[in-house]
């Protein structure tokens, strides 16, 4: 499963920035999940909560939001929320439009110990 491979870079992520802070545990970790990343948000959180014992992130507090994919249109310019990727615009409904937010997958923050 995607999310599952995903899971497990983060953790690997967490465990060199552990290391080259010397750090044995990560207190917090932040991810942000674009609603137009590909990633399912709880999909991917039940992974990483599978992943997460017996690595550096099992004291963590695991901070996941999620951002609301975002359009513009490439005929009117009107920006909206698009809920998925091949959302037309609900104002003269052409497609295709620019996506211009919610196609983030990353780690925001990390806290060591
Ligand atoms: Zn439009």
Redesign the pocket.
């Known amino acids: 499963m995607h999310e599952f491979s995903l899971a497990l870079e983060v953790i690997d992520l967490a465990r060199r920035e552990a290391e080259k802070n010397q750090a044995e545990n990560i207190l917090e970790i932040s991810i942000e999940v674009g609603d137009l990343s590909g990633v399912e948000a709880d999909a991917f959180e039940s992974a990483l909560e599978l992943v997460v014992k017996d690595s550096v992130l099992h004291k963590a507090a695991i901070v996941i939001s999620r951002v609301a994919g975002k359009g513009i249109?490439?005929?009117?310019?009107?920006e909206f929320d698009m809920h998925h990727r091949l959302a037309t615009?609900?104002?003269?409904?052409?497609f295709p439009?620019i996506i211009s937010g919610g196609e983030e997958f990353r780690v925001v923050s990390l806290v060591v110990e």
Do not use: K, M, V
């Open positions: 249109c490439n005929a009117c310019d009107l615009c609900p104002q003269c409904r052409s439009s």
